[in-house]
């Protein structure tokens, strides 16, 4: 077969893929009411310093789409700009994403890093997790200094996609069989999978931009990007991330076991701005022009909604508005 051939010819090979993924929690997973929060600090290694994100486009997205996960991405770690700080009051990107600093010994610096296409969806239209750290593996190259992100498209069928998570974030370790490969290309790496949920499950995985399938049924908010797929991509990947930094490997910040933990945004899923309750994401700003909601704002001033996250400071669950 096809598809095996390409495993066979691997230029990496996958060795491992660690147990206890973090996963992005499908909307009706979150209307039940969650135990009191505190994240315990299990000892284990936490990602530090500067990584770079490599994305995996698997399926097909147009530069506009694309561009909306890139600014995300280049938001992260960098200061605002005076563009981006002018056109809002609300709080840029980077302000949301220093709160995983406060996760000690936290502090991971993430920039924009190489991103890949796979239009022609070279493992197949249906993917098992063991399929996504072999995407990683074979196309991203990833390292110990890097984060490997597989962003699928909405016609692509991952297992438990809808059902059991959004995406999800692991482990996985890897040797290079290619001479060019240096020490720093090889071991334990972190890697992400986030869906597009915009033609599968847009009311479980790219709420509120989407009326629910059931539940509380307030109206559906307007996305900030014109696009309830993409931007539904951004609020799982911030939440992935966050996970995947503070506890990269199963043994960092979480509650609950470990095959299935509460991490430092899933913990707080759901809520946006002040007084969230479930099926109600909180108060938000609203652009005037278009009538899209959102609470973060990007370099390139480029909008976006981000979740709350656990302040292990407060502990709270800390939103930007």
Known sequence: MAHQSLFHHLC???????????????????????PPVTLTNHHGQLLTGNYS????????????????????????????????????????????????????????????????????????RRLSETSLAALAVRRLSPHRGSVAVVVTAPDVIVDGFCLSHCGLHASATSSSSSSASS??????????????????????????????????????????????GMD????????????????????GFFQGPAEAPLEVVTACTGVFGAGAYPGYPGQLPVDAATGASYNAVGVTGRRFLLPAMWDPKTSQCSTLV
């Open 12 to 34: 990496l090979i996958l060795l491992a893929v660690a147990a206890g993924a973090g996963a992005a929690t499908p909307r009706q997973l979150f209307l039940v009411s969650q």
């Open 53 to 124: 994100v490599n994305l995996l486009w698997y399926g097909r997205f147009t530069p506009a789409q694309r561009a909306v996960v890139a600014d995300f991405l280049l938001s992260l770690s960098a200061p605002s700009s005076p563009s981006s700080s002018s056109s809002s009051a609300a709080p840029s990107v980077a302000a949301w994403w220093a709160t995983t600093a406060r996760y000690h010994p936290g502090a991971a610096r993430l920039t924009l890093g190489r991103q890949v296409l796979d239009p022609s969806l070279s493992l197949g």
């Open 183 to 228: 020490t720093r290309g090889r071991g334990r790496f972190a890697y992400v999978w986030v869906g597009n949920a915009a033609e599968q499950c847009p009311g479980e995985c790219a709420w509120p931009f989407h009326q629910p399938a059931y539940g509380p049924q307030a109206p559906p908010l307007v996305s900030p990007n014109a696009d309830v």
């Open 232 to 251: 539904g991509v951004v609020i799982n990947l911030a939440t992935l991330l966050a996970g995947a930094v503070t506890n990269p490997y199963g043994g």
